[in-house]
């Protein structure tokens, strides 16, 4: 079975192309500025790049170029689009409604549409992939995998905020949680790796990349997790706040005289890593964690209080989490920072040995794929596990085709 995996966002647009007989990605590509000027593709099949730029007005466009691309003479993977047996979307919000990964029918839909709401960037763009599939390939069955599904496990004392429960009732607000599938594949890898029977199975998983969250996962299930209605909530983000006093907001918006939409681009744009190291009034030094690390080593007072405030928020999170969870098994680095920061690791563990919890610097010399990074004798492993979100939405795709 050939299941291929679509994420699109609002002028972008990321796939790759699963041969799910041993789970091997056959080509993957992405589609920049759709719908704007400079449009291109580009393609990676093994060390080769195949680049199309040609004006794409929208996401039907991109998807057309996709389809060239892979069944391109010389630069594709497959002879004819019927080889393609389903198609997974990645979607960002679907509420309370959806649980768990879906086909697509009308109630997905109503919940995708619903919860715009609470994603209006990220849901209509992952929509107009879907249509461009259903449009372009009408026989084929489309799947739709959600950031907030592995979440819907929350009990209502980590799900609700502390404000008027009318709020929650009538316009459901509370707290969704984001990273669903990358969280989930972290739960799953880890419990093959440790040997465990996953419903047994206690971690904290940290992903973090541009975007972070931290899930405390009780018996194979989310039990807590640090983004919320939307993804700005929790850790200090690459250009995201992460946590605030809620007044603070409200006092910057009065005395900039800002409007809502402009104090959610500040909190989503320019706070964060980028924000706090930023010379004050001029744009910060970098929301990357590899200028911000090389920014701190060259004596950079703000680079280095960007990437301690990150640290600290990890390590305050992890704490309270492993506390939620009871025996914990293992705490998990994924994402981009998670799985390449060796420092950073390091700068979050630190003050974990008081716990009995120790990081083996020697083993913690590693990028990606899947270590234990901790010392024998601690108390809790550590790990690191590369995440992979597109093969948790290809794996998802394949069993409800299938079934
Ligand atoms: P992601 O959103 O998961 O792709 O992660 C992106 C983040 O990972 C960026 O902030 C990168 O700077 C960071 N990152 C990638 N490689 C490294 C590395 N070798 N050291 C530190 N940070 C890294």
Redesign the pocket.
């Known amino acids: 079975m050939k299941v291929l995996v679509i994420n699109c966002g609002s002028s972008s647009l990321k796939y790759q192309l699963f041969n799910m007989e041993n789970e091997e990605v056959m080509v993957k590509g992405l589609v920049e500025r759709i719908g704007i000027e400079g449009s291109k593709l580009i393609q990676e099949k093994g060390d080769d790049e195949y680049i199309i730029e040609e004006a794409m007005k929208d996401h039907t466009e991109a998807v057309a170029h996709v389809f060239d691309a892979l069944v391109d003479k010389d630069n594709g993977v497959i002879a004819d689009l019927s080889e393609i047996d389903a198609v997974g979307h990645r979607f960002v919000h679907g509420g309370e409604k959806i649980t768990k990964s879906a086909l697509i029918d009308k109630e997905v839909r109503d919940a995708i549409e619903e919860y715009t709401k609470f994603a209006p960037l990220h849901n209509p763009a992952n929509l107009m992939g879907l249509e461009a599939c259903e449009k372009l390939l009408p026989n084929v069955k489309n799947v739709a995998v959600f950031d907030t599904a592995f979440h819907q496990t929350m009990p209502a004392k980590t799900y609700l905020y502390g404000i008027d429960y009318k709020y929650y009732e009538e316009e459901a607000i509370r707290k969704y949680g984001f990273h669903g599938t990358s969280h989930n594949f972290i739960t799953n890898k880890a419990a093959e790796v440790l040997g465990k029977d996953v419903n047994d199975l206690n971690i904290i998983s940290a992903h973090l ?3 972070s969250s931290i899930c405390a996962v009780k018996n194979g299930k989310s039990f807590d997790t640090s983004m919320g209605l939307t993804p700005l909530e929790g850790l200090v983000m ?1 250009t995201r706040s992460g946590d605030i006093d809620p007044a603070a907001v409200t006092y910057i918006m009065k005395k900039e005289n800002l409007s809502p939409e402009e104090m959610e681009n500040v909190l989503n744009k320019k706070s964060g890593v980028l924000g706090v190291s930023g010379v004050l009034g001029v744009s910060g030094v970098s ?4 200028d911000l ?1 090389n920014a701190a080593n060259e004596g950079n007072e703000r680079a280095k209080a960007a990437l301690d405030m990150f640290a600290t928020r990890v390590k305050r999170y992890i704490a309270g989490y492993m506390a939620e969870v009871g025996a914990c098994d293992a705490i998990v680095f994924t ?3 998670g799985e ?2 060796i420092s ?1 690791r390091e700068d979050i563990m630190e003050g974990f040995e008081l716990f009995g919890i120790k990081i083996d610097k020697e083993k913690n010399n590693v ?1 990606g794929g899947c270590h234990v990074v901790s010392t024998d004798d601690s108390k809790v492993k550590v790990m690191v596990i590369a995440t992979n979100e597109e093969l948790m939405i290809a794996r998802d795709t394949k069993s409800l085709v299938e079934a």
């Open positions: 990349g541009n975007g690459g929301s990357d964690f590899r690390e994402g981009g920072i390449n920061s950073m990028r």
